[in-house]
């Protein structure tokens, strides 16, 4: 009798603890929201690289690499970027031909992977294989429109000639570009 007592007993336990469990389960659609809200407000993810390495591919070919010393992404609701610190060492190759382009070196950039722009900062320089050289602080880069630009002073070198200048734009192969509010050397044979 004392043994079918305490199967009625731990049977009856049991039972109230599944009970108990499964409605633990079972959350309003309310309470599901509030959770969800919670956890999207707070949804910032991060992470550090050193010894940084990225290769871009477009359709195939080869569009960059970048080598950088350092390297945190950062992704939250409204964006994800990349800040990047250097010495930063770019190289670009023409997207048709998949042909060294220009390569770029500066101190520290920030990019935005999902609208192709990078902003470099701190002794920028651009050479081109056509041995174009253009310096300055500040840089934005639209990889998508091949457009590059700043509106603090650069220094334009394209052998024999060299211009200084307040802004430039161009590509960034730096077969077109405009320099505006300039002045410099120009050798005339």
């Known amino acids: ?87 930063i060492f770019i190289t670009i190759y023409d997207e048709a031909t998949g042909e060294l382009q220009s390569t770029i070196t500066c101190d520290s950039a920030l990019y935005r992977s999902s609208i ?4 470099m900062y701190y002794n920028v320089e651009i050479n081109t294989t056509e041995e174009k050289v253009l310096r300055s602080d500040y840089l934005k880069w639209q990889r998508f429109q091949d457009r590059m630009s700043t509106p603090l002073f650069v220094t334009f070198i394209a052998p024999p000639d060299s211009i200084s200048a307040l802004g430039f734009e161009g590509n960034t192969d730096l077969s077109e570009y405009t320099l505006n509010e300039g002045g410099g050397t120009v050798v005339i044979d």
């Open 116 to 119: 192709g722009v990078f902003e």
């Open 1 to 87: 009798m004392r043994k079918l007592h305490l199967t009625h007993i731990a049977f009856i336990f049991s039972t109230a603890l599944s009970v108990a469990l499964i409605s633990c389960q079972d959350l309003s659609e309310f309470d599901t929201q509030q959770i969800d809200q919670v956890l999207q407000a707070d949804k910032i993810g991060s992470s550090e690289s050193w010894g940084f390495r990225l290769n871009l591919i477009d359709e195939g070919r080869k569009v960059l690499d970048l080598e950088a010393s350092y390297a945190k992404f950062v992704e939250n609701n409204e964006e994800s970027f990349t800040e990047i610190s250097g010495p």
